[in-house]
């Protein structure tokens, strides 16, 4: 059975990092890309970047750019998805899902991201 | 950056049919993928390239995408059809991936 299974809920306070990982099973690791949405209470969904679990290329959305670092251990098979000064705004439900896979060409185009991490709760307060 | 617009909101009867719309500049173009949230769960990709659905979705759901508008299709509409459902697609030219502002499906 293809998951990805994340780390527990997290409290921090302002200005500190979080890192949240995610661990998937089932399937060839390095094969697919891991993509991190966050969702704020109420909101949309919103990406914040992805990793090519095969090569470790990364790309970040601009809103994040600077804050966020996503790496991933192949002898874990597992990624990770780091924000750093932490504000209120950032209080949200983060997911990572899988994409691909990385093997073919322009796969974004061609395939949505079919396997969903369970979330993790980030609650950012003082 | 690119946009993609959906409405709030739509709601539906059990047994009819529920369209859902995603507009954005030439989105008949690009590859677009729908996504239903359930409240409080993950999202699930139900439709891919616009038109393709993944093990395990049901026949009732069915995707189009032409011109400035992509549509999801939910037939004989049931109450665990009511969720909030995302259309998302990937910028080329940024290489963002872009979700639309997400609709709410009511169930009436």
């Known amino acids: 059975q293809v998951q990805l299974v994340q780390s527990g809920a997290e409290v921090k306070k302002p200005g500190a990092s979080v890192k949240v990982s995610c661990k998937p099973s089932?399937?060839?690791?390095?094969?697919?890309?891991i993509n991190w949405v966050r969702q704020a209470p109420g909101q949309r969904l919103e990406w914040m970047g992805r990793?090519?679990?095969?090569?470790?290329?990364?790309k970040y959305s601009q809103k994040f750019q600077g804050r966020v670092t996503i790496t991933r251990d192949t002898s874990a098979s597992t990624a990770y998805m780091e924000l750093s000064s932490l504000r209120s705004e950032d209080t949200a439900v983060y997911f990572c899902?899988?994409?691909?896979?990385?093997?073919?060409?322009?796969?974004?185009?061609?395939?949505?991201?079919?396997?969903w991490g369970q979330g993790t709760t980030v609650t950012v307060s003082s | 950056s690119y946009v993609l617009t959906q409405p709030p909101s739509v709601s539906v009867a059990p047994g009819q049919t529920a369209r859902i719309t995603c507009e954005g500049i030439?989105?008949?173009?690009?590859?677009l993928h729908w996504y239903q949230q359930r409240s409080g769960q993950a999202p699930v990709l139900v439709i891919y390239?616009?038109?393709h659905r993944p093990s395990g979705i049901p026949e009732r759901f069915s995707g189009s995408n032409s011109g400035n508008t992509a549509t999801l299709t939910i037939s004989r509409v049931e109450a665990g059809d009511e969720a909030d459902y995302y259309c998302?697609?990937?910028?080329?030219?940024?290489?963002?991936?872009?979700f639309g502002g997400g609709t709410k499906l009511t169930v009436l």
């Open positions: 998302q697609l990937w910028d080329i030219t940024s290489d963002y991936l872009i």
């Open positions: 390239y616009d038109s």
């Open positions: 089932g399937y060839t690791f390095t094969a697919y890309a």
């Open positions: 030439n989105i008949g173009n690009k590859g």
């Open positions: 899902a899988r994409h691909g896979p990385v093997g073919e060409e322009d796969y974004q185009f061609y395939y949505g991201m079919d396997v």
């Open positions: 990793i090519n679990a095969g090569n470790g290329n990364t």
